[in-house]
């Protein structure tokens, strides 16, 4: 067997200081566990004191690896790949994007020089949806191998609810581009309908838009609870409380918070925006409505509610596809590419 690689992984690990755990911290840990050495950069907070550990990590190591992994995202964290990259180009040393953020096919319309540099001189780039692998292609990248974000199914308990009531659970961080504000249109809708229904939104903060859903929960006497951000673990405790996953977003790539309720057991209701398509088989596996449409969320809920026993088929369903993407089946694919 060929020794591992030794492996630079450059990304936002910012776990450590009590954010919610990106794909740096998720993967480098998976790939260490299957023999890899790898340096990884950067949890320093201050985003400027980021990118400086990222380049000075990269320049000092350069000698040490023999390939990079890059976490690549579609706004200001957008630039920290564009500049390792360089560094990468300058030193000869091999480098792989994984493409994860959601609104990276605009990236590429809006950055094309910097988006033909990054990805077109990259070894390949990882689209861990089939969505973002078809609109990278589209763009005129062939140099792009796909591998589905996983999960450790064992860690996530099937739960078959035999009632489905008007519990939701929305997991997420508060952004606008995950658009939170839709999920409280839609509790007033059921509300003013008299439907007894309740919603807890956990996440944390990212630019404003929890306190402005606060702000509208108390002047509208909506019943909804902010737990803030929570460990996996507690997260997928609390969910055995609730009915209903809804996810509101208009932008998205392949979220792990929604493969991860789809193999709790969790009907899931999503918006129809970017890579949830190629994740959920409308009517089969979930539901999927159109953005920024609270009405078409009210009827999904609805029809759960009504008939459970299409909930019950979904999940079992979902939680099939969910056992696919499992981390034992999915890490031959990480092992075949980092061996070419």
């Known amino acids: 067997m060929r020794p591992r690689k030794n492996l630079l992984y450059i990304g936002n690990k910012l776990a450590v200081h009590g954010k919610n755990p990106t794909a740096i911290d998720e993967l ?85 020089r910097l988006s033909i540099n990054l990805f077109g001189k990259a070894f390949t780039n990882v689209a861990p949806s089939k969505f973002m692998m078809r609109q990278f292609q589209t763009a005129g990248f062939q140099n792009i191998t796909y591998i589905p974000n996983s999960l450790e199914i064992e860690k996530y308990p099937f739960q078959l609810r035999e009632s489905i009531t008007r519990k939701l659970l929305w997991v997420r961080s508060f952004s606008e581009i995950y658009n939170p504000l839709l999920a409280l249109e839609i509790v007033e809708i059921l509300k003013k309908k008299g439907i007894d229904v309740s919603l807890c939104m956990v996440g944390p903060d990212k630019d404003g838009s929890m306190q402005r859903c606060k702000n509208i929960v108390t002047e509208l006497k909506l019943p909804i609870s902010f737990p803030g951000m929570m460990q996996k673990e507690e997260w997928i405790a609390l969910s055995k409380d609730f009915d209903i996953f809804i996810s509101t977003t208009n932008f998205d790539n392949m979220p792990v918070s929604v493969m991860e309720a789809m193999a709790l057991g969790l009907p899931v209701i999503s918006t129809n925006v970017g890579g949830m398509p190629f994740l959920i088989e409308n009517g089969i596996d979930g539901i999927l409505v159109p953005a920024n449409s609270p009405e078409s969320f009210v009827q999904a809920i609805e ?38």
């Open 28 to 112: 480098s840990n998976k790939l260490e566990a299957e023999g890899y050495a790898i340096i990884t950069a950067s949890s320093k907070q201050n985003k400027i004191f980021r990118l400086l550990d990222m380049v000075l990590v990269t320049v000092q190591n350069r000698n040490r690896v023999e390939l990079v992994l890059i976490d690549t995202y579609s706004t200001q964290n957008f630039y920290y790949a564009v500049i390792v990259a360089v560094l990468c180009r300058f030193f000869k040393l091999p480098y792989i994007p994984i493409l994860h953020g959601g609104n990276l096919p605009s990236r590429l319309k809006n950055s094309k």
């Open 303 to 340: 029809e759960l509610c009504n008939n459970p026993l299409k909930s019950h088929n979904i999940t079992k369903n979902a939680r099939t596809k969910m056992e696919s993407l499992d981390w034992e089946k999915i890490k031959h694919k990480w092992i075949k590419l980092l061996r070419e």
